[in-house]
Structure formats: structure tokens, C-alpha cells
């Protein structure tokens, strides 16, 4: 369904049609080879950076509605001193048990709707038991682009609490000093600090520093094809509206088709005062998948 299908409150700051009346990636359609190009020629160093989550059984950051990973052996050692054998060898295999978004997290397309509509004007009906028929992090693929970094946690920044909201003045600005224009396809990466104050045991899972919802006109102008942030939602939390639990999620997911990548571990990049770099995000292609959980990679 395209965007002059919809309604008249769809069509307003809504990106349904641009790419297509069937269109399933949404603003990731903007990380052309002209994009990539431009993030493998930001690399000096040749460094590469983890932005992901170690995974631990029975930890992590993760909403508190969604259960623990679990991480268990299904065959170790203790099976071989137990007097298992096998032919001139021996293995280990284990199992993990994780929901897609307790961890370090692409959001698919299909995780959000209003009004029953979700990207394109699907409907949310195409979420079922069975997994989302439409929209779903299959169809993402992968992402090689530029990324830009603005550090907004301690000590430099301003969300120094978790009652901070960034504005996208407070975004541009940050965008200024370090000398970077945003250009279509690529990504913005945003420290909030959350994380590190999680790990110190000064944060929770109810209220967190990050993006206004306001921010999302600004960043879908910039040509953002992604956003991630080191908190639980890539907005801040709770929501400003009582009426509306999640609005950036609804305005660039559901209206404007721009992926959110969250629960990152940008601590160590934030260290190395990089600003620009590839980013290398593979999403695992799970079917019907509302999110996929990702170890990003940024190359200095």
C-alpha cells in the first residue's frame, strides 16, 4: 500500500512509496555502492571495533519483559570422563537461547505499526505466529557504510543523567565541531552513557538517556539510513507522551523506514575519539524475524 493509498495522517512525514509500493528495506535502500564507497574510504587505521554485547547466561541490559539468555553445553568434557567415546576424537556443542531483542539488536521493520499500518502501509496483519510475513529482518541484508559518532555521554557530553532528551540541535551541533555532513546512507551512532552506567549499577531499565522524539524529522532530512544508540531504545525513556509508548520508534521505523540498531557497546570506540568510520552490520537472516541480534563492527 503506498503512501498516497494511505491516509491523510500517513502521508504526512512518511517515506511509504519513495522506494516502492512494495518496499520492504526502507531507508536502507539509501546504502547504494556510492554509500559503501564512502565508508571504506573513512578508514585510516584499519582498526576493527566490536560494538557488540558480550553474551553471558542470565545477563544482560535487556528490557525487563524479555527473558535472560541462556547458554547451555548439550556435550563437554564431562561426557568424555563420564566413559562417552568417539573415534579417535572428541567435540563440544552447545545451545543458546535469546530473544532477538535482549542483546545488542537490529530492529526490523515489522517491530512496530500505528493505526494497524506498519512500513509501506502493510498491514500489521502480516505479523502473525508465524513470524512477519512482510518487512521482516530478512529482508534487510547486510550494511557496509559510512558511520558518524556522536559522544554525548560523560565526561564530554551532555546526557551526563538518564533524564536527559538529545535535541537534533544538540545532534547537529556535535555533528559541526567534529566537521561532519551527513550524507544519504549513512549511519549515525549516539553514546548516551546508559550502558556505562548500567554496567555501574546506576541505570535501569525504566528511565534512560537518548534521543528526543523530535529528532526524527532531522535525521530522516539528513539521509540517516540507520541509528543506534548505547541504550535500550535508541529514544529516550519513558516516553514524553502518555498516549504513545514509543513515538521515535513509530516516526522512523513505522513512517519513515529508518532502521534503529540498539543496546550497543560503543565504550571502547568512544575511547579512541573516532568520529567517522565503516560500519559493518550483518543481521542474521531469520525469517519472519522482528529483530536480529548483531555484533556491529566499525573499522577505524
Known amino acids: 500500500m503506498s503512501a498516497e493509498a494511505a491516509g491523510t495522517s500517513d502521508v504526512l512525514a512518511s517515506n511509504w512509496g519513495r522506494w516502492g509500493d512494495d518496499d520492504e528495506r526502507g531507508a536502507l535502500n539509501r546504502v547504494t555502492p556510492e554509500a559503501t564507497l564512502r565508508g571504506l574510504a573513512s578508514v585510516r587505521a584499519g582498526t576493527p571495533v566490536s560494538l557488540g554485547l558480550p553474551l553471558r547466561s542470565g545477563q544482560g541490559p535487556g528490557a ?9 553445553m ?7 570422563a563420564a566413559g562417552l567415546s568417539e573415534r579417535g576424537f572428541g567435540f563440544a556443542d552447545d545451545t543458546l537461547v535469546l530473544p532477538t531483542g535482549a542483546t545488542t539488536h537490529l530492529d ?21 505466529s508465524r513470524g512477519a510475513a512482510r518487512c521482516g529482518i530478512d529482508k534487510a541484508g547486510p550494511i557496509v557504510t559510512r558511520a558518524l559518532f556522536v559522544d554525548a555521554g560523560p ?6 543523567t538518564d533524564d536527559h532528551r538529545l535535541t537534533a540541535d544538540d545532534l547537529q551541533g556535535a555533528l559541526d565541531q567534529a566537521g561532519l555532513t551527513p550524507e ?18 546506576t541505570a535501569s531499565a525504566l528511565t534512560w538517556a537518548g534521543l528526543d522524539p523530535s529528532c526524527a524529522a532531522w535525521i530522516d532530512e539528513q539521509g540517516f539510513a540507520l541509528v543506534g544508540a548505547d541504550n535500550i531504545a535508541v529514544e529516550a ?5 502518555p498516549a504513545d509508548a514509543a513515538p521515535m520508534h513509530v516516526a522512523l521505523i513505522r513512517n519513515r523506514g529508518v532502521h534503529l540498531l540498539e543496546l550497543m557497546d560503543l565504550e571502547e570506540l568512544a575511547a579512541t575519539g573516532r568520529t567517522d568510520f565503516l560500519l559493518v552490520v550483518a543481521p542474521l537472516r531469520l525469517v519472519g524475524g522482528v529483530a536480529s541480534p548483531v555484533n556491529p563492527v566499525a573499522v577505524l
Open 237 to 241: 525513556g519513558p516516553s514524553p507522551d
Open 184 to 201: 544519504p546512507g549513512d549511519a549515525l551512532l549516539v553514546r548516551t552513557g546508559w550502558l556505562a552506567r548500567w554496567r555501574a549499577g
Open 108 to 128: 526490523a521493520l515489522a517491530h512496530v505499526w500505528a493505526d494497524h499500518r506498519m512500513w509501506n502501509g502493510f498491514s500489521a496483519d502480516e505479523v502473525t
Open 155 to 160: 565526561p564530554h557530553g551532555p546526557a551526563d
Open 64 to 72: 525487563d519483559r524479555r527473558p535472560a539468555l541462556q547458554h547451555f
Open 74 to 80: 548439550v556435550r563437554d568434557g564431562g561426557d568424555y
